[in-house]
């Protein structure tokens, strides 16, 4: 219970926050000691459209394990380890996401609770965001040291990169806004460009002041930067004292400082006036609203295998390829395929004849697309959107804190869903008005409690939910418990639930 | 019961059938009479690989309904509705194919049970296949004609071919192999192509001798074929006297014709004779075996709207295409396709920039294809075999004659069936030894017999039939019945099942 009410603090109230009072914290790094408060700031309002249908609304691509150990999101937080603690970490999201995330890093270990929410009423871009985030840790501390990155990036090199972000550090306490620059390794469109200036030398390196931020180019000015040298490619990852963003936002985006300022009276996060005013900021990134125009911008040139990873195709850097230039996940059955990427679930995919091809499979909905095309996804997701349709929304299989469902079928007056709930997981108890529940359990021994009753069901036993019944569903025992529930009514949405005690504060 | 005595007379012991004795039926058409015992013989052993994911094993393409109103199978009998009776009707199959196409065709009508099966040992060409029927239909009258076609063509103007057939016959009556030309509407390579001879008047139209067949050529040939003129593609549809190809069979493919002397001596089809007889027939098709060799050959222009359908690909010859040259069936969001064949089941397929593509989705596999590899699918076909995958074998969706089952999931131990029972339907008295199942009523009401008690369970029920234990699942109402059954045990495959009584003759 505990764990859940920090975090409802966090969503319902996060002015509060700035009554944080752990001090001043020393980090000790490369041998020098940085004084000051260091917050990572993580941007994690996503939505992913671009790895539809492996990413939903409820799941988007930071939640998604697609390269690397773990999903994205989970290596960005790791990607801190020893480096940055968990009290330190600001994940900036919206209110649509935030439970789900949350329950997406219990998987990082019961420490992960001391990770802070910021909840954006809307999804405004990265200006606003950051600027939110500014303003909460610089109530905390005018020094505290915010280093700003996105939640769905790739960096192979953890060491190289925590090696950065102290040189980084050290350049913002002397009130620079630091960034990173990644050496090309090819003229790509799809970034923007920082042009080298001056170096600069602080104790523990060398930086370069930023000469000119370029949005993504055209293919020509793109290979010319390629080749001239001297440019980089924008990370979209920032280090900087929260004062000194802060006053950088009051040059360069005056009315989004006002509303900022107007927002820190308010005492109720949850006030209309909270979100009229957030919502009504311009959707601008950080980048084009500050970086862009600021005079005080370094660089630090960083090799540390950087990819933001931006659509399927991005895919085909990152992941190691066959001889034809093919990535297959999954059961796949090729023949004579090149350079396409094949992502199965539990299918069969046959391919043949493939060229510069992208195939991602799940078990709702499949993307068959050509590379040079695959920026279009986003279309297919507005009109399901459009569609109320629920592969742009949710899979198949959902995720929860106890465990999870995938729904087996739907149709007319029933539901058949596959449940599984972990070693002592609970359900909350709860009541349906408009359906009735069968549940046969498969493995595992399930604790049924009605308001009447506790009884075990154990494997290859069944029992019945009538209509209108107050229950709850636990696993009492050190393995997994699965069942099968077979939902009948005139209406078998997720919404009908009433819940009267939850142990994931959803009530 | 009847009805499928009747079929089983046929698989068991269609050499009996020589005792067929219904005499000489008049058929009446086209205001002539032609005196003669006339019987369609229709070739369904093909396994369909090349239509796969669609087409399976037991689901070859024959029984799938791709193109018209119908499946191709029962079209092609149809075709004959008011020309060629029911009980005129052979199917030459296989004995693994026959019992799901006496299913297939139950859906024309009881009267179809009045259709006759021959049953081939082992898959040998059309050659043997062929010779089989004709000296079966020798047996019965040595001037039966038989109108020999594949049950896996389109032909779409109906009339256009009984004319031609009817035109046909009385050139078979006369003495002579006939077959139908079609003419080609582009230099295509995968048909055999006939060169017209000279004209041949007979009393009802005219027909040619035919001066050359040539197989499937190369590119270059087909096109002096096609702009040259005088030459049509084969349409693998054949009419003659049993007797006639019969002895053109001794002259051309004389150890094959020695075989079925053999074989005709013989009382028991189902001896290791037989079967070792007929699997030891050179695998030969009739065109190649007789029609090419024999001088006594006619052709008759035919332009019924015929196509053998190939494979993918060709379905976009004979389907109606969009501005873009697309055929879109099922849920597919499309941006930007050209001249792609999708064609989709119950999940989303988005489909970006395909150019030149085949998509076919099923719910366990999907093939992505070139159109111009398209025929690689075999390949894919023959690994899923190799390892023993029911995805070249059986649907997720099973027809049966009492309805049909999908399976659902399948794991450790479990299995979960959506089973459909039609009005009236009753399934075997059976027995599982290793699993027990729990039925969940989703719509319509269960007749349950068990061996104790017969008991009715309703929608929003549910009831078990533990392991061990004799029972019968019927459904006694007008309405379809609907139930989830979830199975347990050490072993749920499909072969668990002691059959004690079977309204299909399964015991």
């Known amino acids: 219970m505990t764990r859940f009410n920090i975090l409802c603090y966090d969503f319902c109230n996060p002015w509060k926050i700035a009554h944080f009072d752990e001090g001043v914290m020393p980090i000790i790094a490369n041998g020098i000691e940085e004084e000051g408060m260091v917050h990572a700031v993580i941007l994690a309002g996503g939505r992913g459209t671009r790895f539809w249908p492996l990413s939903r609304e409820n799941c988007p691509k930071q939640m998604l394990h697609i390269v690397g150990e773990d999903t994205l999101l989970r290596q960005t937080i790791k990607r801190l380890n020893g480096f940055i603690p968990f009290d330190h970490i600001w994940i900036v999201t919206t209110d649509h996401l935030a439970q789900d995330i949350r329950f997406h890093l219990d998987f990082l270990g019961n420490d992960a609770n001391k990770i802070h929410f910021i909840i954006e009423p ?204 093919n990535i297959f996940r999954g059961e796949v059955l090729d023949v004579g395929s090149e350079n396409s990427t094949v992502i199965g679930c539990d299918r069969v995919l046959a391919t043949i004849g493939l060229k510069e091809m992208i195939v991602v499979d799940t078990p709702d909905a499949t993307l068959i697309s050509s590379k040079d095309m695959v920026h279009e996804v986003r279309k297919v997701v507005e009109t399901l959107k459009r569609n109320h349709r629920e592969e742009h929304r949710i899979h198949r299989t959902v995720e929860r804190p106890w465990g999870s469902y995938t729904v087996l079928e739907k149709g007319d007056g029933y539901k058949i869903k596959k449940i599984s709930l972990n070693p002592g997981a609970k359900l909350s108890l709860q009541l349906h008005r408009r359906r009735s529940e069968h549940w046969v359990i498969l493995s595992g021994i399930a604790k049924v409690t009605t308001e009447d009753q506790t009884y075990f069901v154990h494997a290859n036993q069944s029992t019945y939910i009538p209509v209108n019944t107050k229950h709850r569903l636990e696993n009492p025992e050190k393995i997994p418990l699965h069942i099968i529930e077979v939902q009948n009514g005139d209406y078998v949405e997720e919404d009908d639930i009433e819940r009267f005690d939850d142990e994931y504060g959803r009530t």
Chains 1, 2 share one sequence.
């Open 122 to 325: 809307s999804g405004r871009n990265t200006g606003p965001a950051v600027a939110l985030a500014a303003t909460i840790l610089n109530q905390i501390s005018p020094d505290s040291i915010m280093v700003v990155m996105p939640s769905d990036h790739i960096i192979r090199d953890t060491k190289a990169f925590q090696d950065k972000v102290h040189l980084a550090i050290e350049a913002a306490m002397q009130g620079y806004l630091v960034t990173f620059g990644i050496p090309p390794t090819r003229p790509e469109t799809a970034y923007g460009y920082i042009r080298l200036g001056q170096p600069f030398r602080i104790s523990t390196g060398e930086v370069f002041h930023a000469e000119g931020f370029f949005e993504k180019p055209e293919l020509k000015t793109a290979e010319i930067f390629f080749h001239q040298g001297g440019y980089y490619w924008n990370s979209g990852i920032f280090v900087w004292r929260a004062s000194k963003i802060l006053h950088e936002i009051e040059n360069h985006l005056p009315s989004l400082y006002e509303g900022l300022k107007h927002i820190e009276k308010l005492n109720d996060v949850r006030s209309e006036t909270f979100r009229e005013t957030y919502s009504s900021f311009e959707n601008i990134s950080i980048d084009h609203g500050v970086m862009e125009k600021s005079r005080e911008v370094l660089v630090i040139p960083s090799d540390f295998g950087w990819s933001d990873l931006g659509n399927w195709t991005a895919l085909s850097d990152v992941l190691e390829r066959d001889e034809e230039g």
